[in-house]
């Protein structure tokens, strides 16, 4: 990292870098008022959001990049609400304010493993995009934690050591310069491969027994347009001789349903998809049919699940259909 200068004005002025504990301190508070704002909002504007559904997280995002972004640039002089309770600031090397673009980038860098980790677009469906989205939310995460926790010379994570910022307790001691900080791109580096190496493994062990006629259904649950993703797959349950065969059947529904008569209806449904398009599904024990109405609008979200498995047998005797 280059040296770090002052201006005259603010070189004998330094304040000293503030404790893991006074930035936790104010994350905290500044998460919980964007809590608030966001289930405020979800009050109000429920059945948007429910229709939103896992797209709502493109309203959440700007939210707190703005949140951060301008409270912690020179326009809140450094400070979140929760920085201020805690008396301390974001400065940049010349331990001035920073201009707001550079701290909208210090903010992308910080909620970028947070916005991609549990994001269930349907893109993130695909195997590959699985992949490249937990390799670097995991990636970001894992160098965030450890420039974060062990980069005690100046305490700066990751988003600090790219913007040239520092996080500052204005009420402490003034010191004579801001540290430098030691050069950890080998650490960071190794952090990334073992985050591409975690996010192969989960992507691997999330997947379910998939085949061409499974995902066919999945493909076919998701051209009625009533679903935001739907994804199809056969379990076994190995404890039991012989292995009763499961297909497990899980959807998510866009807008929200408040009766248990128009949820049964969307179970039935597609109970009725299935038992019409799957060649197969006489060699299947339990149908297990999973419907979920839910939003995440990053700073809030809510989730409702209704499920119901039966025998093949019973799902057409209910539905009034017949074996091929």
């Not at 966001?38 to 995002?61: A, E, N």
């Amino acid at each position: 990292m280059a040296s770090t200068t002052f201006s005259k004005d603010y070189s004998t002025h330094v304040p000293p870098i503030a404790s893991i504990w006074h930035r936790s301190a104010a994350m905290i508070i500044d998460m919980v008022i964007l809590g608030v704002v966001g289930h405020m909002s979800s009050w109000l504007l429920w059945s948007t959001w429910f229709q939103l559904g896992p797209y709502g997280r493109w309203v959440g995002i700007p939210i707190v990049l703005l949140y951060f972004g301008v409270f912690n640039s020179r326009l809140g002089a450094g400070q979140t609400p929760g920085k201020r309770f805690t008396h301390i600031a974001v400065r940049g090397t010349d331990n001035r304010p920073i201009d707001w673009g550079r701290s909208l980038l210090r903010t992308a860098i910080l909620v970028t493993p947070v916005s991609l980790l549990g994001w269930s677009l349907p893109v993130f469906e695909i195997d590959v995009v699985q992949w490249l989205q937990l390799s670097v939310a995991l990636g970001f995460g894992f160098t965030l934690a450890y420039t974060f926790f062990f980069n005690q010379i100046t305490r700066q994570a990751l988003h600090d050591l790219v913007c040239k910022t520092y996080v500052v307790h204005l009420e402490g001691r003034s010191i004579p310069a801001f540290p430098q900080s030691p050069d950890m791109r080998k650490t960071a580096g190794l952090l990334l491969v073992v985050a591409i190496a975690m996010a192969g493994l989960v992507s691997f062990l999330s997947l379910g027994t998939t085949t061409a006629e499974t995902e066919a259904l999945a493909e076919q649950l998701k051209m009625e347009d009533q679903f935001f993703t739907a994804t199809v797959e056969e379990r076994t349950v190995p404890s039991s001789e012989p292995p009763p065969r499961f297909l497990n059947i899980r959807v998510w529904h866009k807008g929200y349903i408040d009766t248990e008569e128009g949820r049964t209806a969307v179970i039935n449904s597609v109970a009725r998809t299935a038992l019409e398009n799957f060649n197969s599904i006489e060699a299947f024990d339990i149908i297990n049919i999973n419907v979920t109405f839910a939003y995440d609008i990053l700073i809030a979200q809510r989730t409702i699940m209704v499920s119901e498995f039966q025998t093949v047998s019973t799902w057409r005797e209910r539905l009034g259909t017949v074996s091929p």
